[in-house]
């Protein structure tokens, strides 16, 4: 590999519905550049690998260090966060695309906001306001605190679902994230108190049912979430509710 | 129709095509696949075992109700999430993704092998009028026939591997939609007791083409009384 400069190819659109394009570009090497690192040079001096003058390209990014999730995209094909795709442990030219799953807004970056409707449509939140003073909800033990925390690492990047065969731009999958949040906020002793609804919210097309136990939203997740428990415990967790609906109510 | 009863009817459907894998047509399969080796045994206790089932009381309602409508729901739902996914095996090459991929195309190819043993065995059976003790010796002859060539054997040996593949891990998908397997050692200790089960359906399948083909043998009727 030629260390004196880094290769990137990309993967280009100007507006949402606009064609997309492939352009190269070519930076000098430095030591421990991430992706955003190159993304930040080619803002400099936005010129393509034939001399071409373009726009700058655009992408999303905020925390850099894989806590936020923005500047997830697809990183030699295979869906990551750019801040700790490393340029030393890549294969060239890196080539970068948006998301396949979400809608392109601009080049790198893509609107994901139909994660957030999934998260309001599951009550992904504890409910604490009353009129007046509810008082201290129950306690929670230890290993429910820790079950809690792997799954509260959830930063609704995406990696899971555009990675998911059964999610796709056009349909209304859910997906692991969703489950994962559902399950997160049922064991909370005061979330719980929401339960029934957010079973009766992924009870439905695009709901749990519709996972296809692929694994892979599992195997691509950056926080490492137990998301096939998730999907496994919200099958259960379903599976009762349905029961209960059918033989006790 | 409202969203909300298109949401219960979705689901319901969906949780029961798991099921209906399981309780009839996986137990259906487990059956057919036991009542079959016996003809590794011997060609008599084989012929018994059809006259048994070619003399229930209600056999078509049986045959209809608990094979032929469960295994046409499961597949037309099947279908339906066959062309509700995208298989990526390639770009995200992980065991289970590949699983995914190959009990889509199980699916397809044990749909198109059972119109096949359908069309050359059940359906001229009865067209014919060879029932009750005259389905035996037909039934035999039919697969004597079939075994005789390679393409018979060919197309059973297919259809038995799609088949038993995708039950034992149909069996495993379901144990997880229906949440009966959570916890990661859970899921991955199961689908090898799961596989090992599939693994001795195939070879019970397999060993009685095999001794069809080896010995293919021809019977009487049953005489009753």
Redesign the interface.
């Known amino acids: 590999m030629n260390k004196k400069i880094v290769k990137l190819k990309i993967k280009r659109r100007d507006k949402p519905d606009a064609k997309a394009y492939w352009q190269e570009f070519t930076i000098p090497y430095k030591e421990r550049l991430n992706v955003i690192a190159c993304l930040q040079d080619i803002q400099r001096n936005p010129t393509t690998q034939s001399g071409e003058s373009v726009n700058p390209v655009t992408w999303d990014c905020n925390c850099l260090e894989e806590v936020c999730g923005s500047c997830t995209m697809l990183v030699n094909?295979?869906v990551r966060q750019a801040c700790t795709a490393l340029i030393d442990s890549l294969e060239q030219p890196v080539i970068l695309e948006p998301m396949s799953k979400f809608p392109v807004v601009r080049d790198l970056q893509v609107d994901r906001s139909r994660m957030f409707e999934n998260l309001k449509k599951v009550k992904a939140w504890v409910d604490i306001d009353g009129t007046h003073d509810i008082g201290e909800g129950p306690l929670m033990s230890d290993k429910v605190r820790a079950q809690r925390y792997a799954l509260s690492e959830c930063m609704s990047c995406g990696c899971c679902l555009e990675?998911c065969?059964?999610f796709?731009l056009t349909?209304n999958f859910m997906g692991a994230a969703t489950f994962s949040q559902v399950r997160l906020f049922n064991l909370h002793p005061s979330g719980s108190m929401l339960k029934e609804e957010r079973l009766e919210a992924v009870?439905?097309?695009g709901?749990i049912?519709?996972?296809?136990?692929?694994?892979?939203c599992v195997?691509?997740c950056p926080k490492s979430i137990?998301l096939?428990?998730s999907?496994?415990?919200?099958?259960?967790?379903?599976?009762?509710q349905?029961l209960k609906n059918i033989f006790m109510k | 129709m409202d969203q909300r009863t298109r949401d219960q009817i979705h689901y319901l459907i969906l949780k029961t095509h798991s099921l209906t894998g399981l309780i009839p047509v996986g137990a259906f399969l487990v059956l057919h696949f036991s009542i079959n080796s016996l003809r590794t045994v011997g060609v008599w206790p084989y012929q018994i075992s059809i006259d048994i089932i070619n003399n229930l009381p209600f056999l078509m309602w049986i045959e209809v109700g608990f094979i032929i409508i469960p295994i046409l729901f499961h597949s037309l739902v099947g279908f339906y999430i066959y062309f509700s996914g995208k298989p990526n095996p390639f770009r995200y090459n992980y065991p289970h993704n590949w699983m995914y991929t190959l009990q889509r195309i199980s699916g397809a190819i044990i749909f198109v092998f059972l119109v096949y043993h359908l069309a050359t065995t059940v359906v001229p059976k009865i067209w014919y009028g060879n029932i009750q003790f005259a389905a035996a010796p037909y039934l035999i002859d039919i697969m004597n026939q079939e075994f005789k060539t390679w393409d018979g054997r060919i197309i059973y040996a297919v259809g038995i591997i799609a088949a038993t593949f995708h039950f034992s891990s149909g069996l495993w998908g379901f144990c997880v939609s229906w949440g009966l397997l959570i916890g990661r050692r859970a899921q991955r200790n199961a689908g090898y007791v799961f596989a090992l089960f599939g693994l001795v359906l195939a070879i019970m399948g397999l060993a009685t083409v095999l001794e069809f083909s080896l010995h293919p043998v021809g019977v009487e009727a049953t005489q009753p009384g």
């Not at chain 1, 049912?209 to 892979?216: E, L, P, S, Y």
């Not at chain 1, 919200?234 to 599976?239: A, E, K, L, V």
């Open positions: 094909g295979k990675a065969p059964q796709s349909n009870m439905g097309e709901g049912t519709d996972c296809g136990n692929a694994q892979v195997e691509v137990p096939t428990e999907i496994a415990d919200i099958g259960r967790q379903t599976t009762l349905t």
